[in-house]
């Protein structure tokens, strides 16, 4: 990637196993001085696809790191785009769904928000496509908080809109899958399925004051016949409604 600094100064930063930094002449075509290995980074395991930023003088590399099985996000800290950096933290740790955790940040409208990947559209090819994006928050010299990735994405959803739950915040352990209705056509989405009475998923910020919201309609089959509940905050948190399904034939 290339970062032009506040003064008008292009950088230019790569990985060969180690993160490379060099400066940029005005032509952005060449070189304007010697390439050098941005540290103190972990010496260990495969570190790539390098993304800086800057903020109130603060200078943020973030960047996928093998730190065990597969890439995980963290990110450096430094003074200066050259460096040194240090190793501040984690912003994602190792996902399931992908290898190469390849990434990016911007700010819109005072937001910062975060861009990874995840191959649950091809899950045979690791060079993935892009999953929805996550907000965090930015302290003066840290990441406030790790990523959990998710389907769930950004933004605020209507109560009288379509909700997809497999665009789950959050999910429990045991008894509640998400997999497509079709393996054969992934193309054709996603289905939830809930397999143990109590399993449950949650979906954050659904707008129920925007619209007077008396029913709710849930897309569900049963073998059995079932009722999924919908409360508000947590497991047992206020019932708002009760979703029965007729035993399917």
């Known amino acids: 990637m290339y970062f032009i600094d506040k003064d008008g100064q292009a950088y230019l930063y790569w990985a060969q196993g180690n993160i490379y930094a060099a400066k940029l002449k005005a032509n952005m075509l060449e ?49 200066s785009p050259l460096g040194p950096f240090k190793f501040t933290g984690v912003i994602m740790e190792e996902s399931p769904n992908c290898w190469t955790n390849h990434h990016s940040l911007i700010n819109f409208k005072g937001q910062w928000y975060l861009f990874y990947h995840n191959d649950l559209l091809s899950p045979h090819f690791d060079r993935t496509a892009p999953s929805w994006p996550t907000v965090y928050t930015l302290t003066q010299t840290a990441l406030s908080a790790k990523v959990t990735s998710t389907l769930r994405g950004v933004g605020i959803t209507r109560a ?7 665009r789950y915040s959050d999910i429990g352990k045991q008894g509640v899958s998400v997999d497509f209705i079709d393996t ?7 289905k939830t399925t809930f397999s143990d009475k109590g399993a449950w998923i949650r ?19 049963s073998a059995q016949g079932s009722a999924v509940e919908i ?17 399917r034939q």
Not at 36 to 58: A, M, Y
């Open 160 to 166: 009288n809109k379509e909700i997809q739950i497999d």
């Open 231 to 247: 409360r508000l905050d947590k497991m047992d948190g206020t019932l708002i409604g009760t979703a029965k399904s007729r035993r």
């Open 184 to 190: 054969a056509h992934r193309m054709k989405g996603w």
């Open 31 to 79: 070189l304007d001085s010697k390439p050098q290995i941005l540290g103190e980074l972990p010496e260990k395991g495969l570190k790539e696809g390098p993304f800086l930023f800057e903020r109130k003088g603060i200078y943020y590399l973030t960047y996928p790191h093998v730190a065990d099985k597969t890439e995980r996000l963290e990110y450096a800290t430094s003074n």
């Open 203 to 221: 979906y954050n910020a659904v707008d129920f004051n925007s619209k007077k919201v008396k029913t709710v309609n849930v897309m569900a089959a």
